[in-house]
Nanobody, 127 residues
Framework: QVQLVESGGGLVQAGGSLRLSCAAS????????MGWFRQAPGKEREFVAA????????LYVDSVKGRVTISRDNAKNTVYLQMNSLKPEDTAVYYC????????????????????WGQGTQVTVSS
């Protein structure tokens, strides 16, 4: 089992940057594929980015490609989401998620594929 704690959210002006972090408990972080999702008020939870266990493979939703980078540091049990050129439509609660995976190169974009979730961190982008 793993517990996830997000941090790094906040209020930023359009065009600004934020780096979200998600710290995981436990000693088997490297066995989990990781993902970031977001949920804006009145909307369903949306996939943002995913990364495989080995960091070799990543996937992004089209709306963030070129602006957002997912990365992980298995030695620190942490996954990151670097967000640049932020837009007001990026405003949402951002959640990290973990799924234990036997496949070192696999990533997952369906929320139902993930077993563990953090509590979320608010990102607000003002225009």
């Amino acid at each position: 089992q793993v517990q996830l704690v997000e941090s790094g959210g906040g209020l930023v002006q359009a065009g600004g940057s934020l780096r979200l972090s998600c710290a995981a408990s436990g000693r088997t972080f490297s066995s989990y594929a990781m993902g970031w999702f977001r949920q804006a008020p009145g909307k369903e939870r949306e996939f943002v980015a995913a990364i495989s266990r080995s960091s070799g493979n990543t996937l992004y939703v089209d709306s963030v490609k070129g602006r957002v980078t997912i990365s992980r540091d298995n030695a620190k049990n942490t996954v990151y989401l670097q967000m640049n050129s932020l837009k007001p439509e990026d405003t949402a609660v951002y959640y990290c998620a973990a799924r234990q995976s036997d496949y070192i190169s696999s990533y997952y974009y369906n929320a139902n594929d993930y077993n563990y979730w953090g509590q979320g961190t608010q990102v607000t982008v003002s225009s």
